[in-house]
């Protein structure tokens, strides 16, 4: 298992940004794919982004794409989510998760998460 601890969420108007970090501890986390995941009150938690073990391949769900942007550090073992002209449909809990393997959405998949990271976006 990897330990996941989210940062870096807040208040912040629309067309604003924010960037996310997630810091990893554990395992070898720079082997893992990385992923962020969001659940706004009353929906269904639901894929953002995600990123293989070497930054190399990355995925984005269509409602982020050329907003967001991640990416990740292996030799500070984190990975990041940089949020662009924010949207207040942007608000919702953010998490990191963490996979051995890169290319999938769906939640159940993921074995490791951290405990999320509020995201408020304001019109």
């Known amino acids: 298992q990897v330990q996941l601890v989210e940062s870096g969420g807040g208040l912040v108007q629309a067309g604003g940004s924010l960037r996310l970090s997630c810091a990893a501890s554990?395992?070898?986390?720079?082997?893992?794919?990385g992923a962020w995941f969001r659940q706004a009150p009353g929906k269904e938690r639901e894929f953002v982004a995600a990123?293989?073990?070497?930054?190399?391949?990355?995925d984005y769900a269509d409602s982020v794409k050329g907003r967001f942007t991640i990416s990740r550090d292996n030799a500070k073992n984190t990975v990041y989510l940089q949020m662009n002209s924010l949207k207040p449909e942007d608000t919702a809990v953010y998490y990191c998760?963490?996979?051995?393997?890169?290319?999938?959405?769906?939640?159940?998949?993921?074995?490791?998460w951290g405990q999320g990271t509020q995201v408020t976006v304001s019109s």
């Open positions: 998760a963490a996979h051995s393997r890169f290319g999938s959405r769906r939640p159940a998949d993921f074995g490791s």
């Open positions: 990123i293989n073990w070497s930054g190399g391949s990355t």
């Open positions: 554990g395992r070898t986390f720079s082997s893992y794919a």
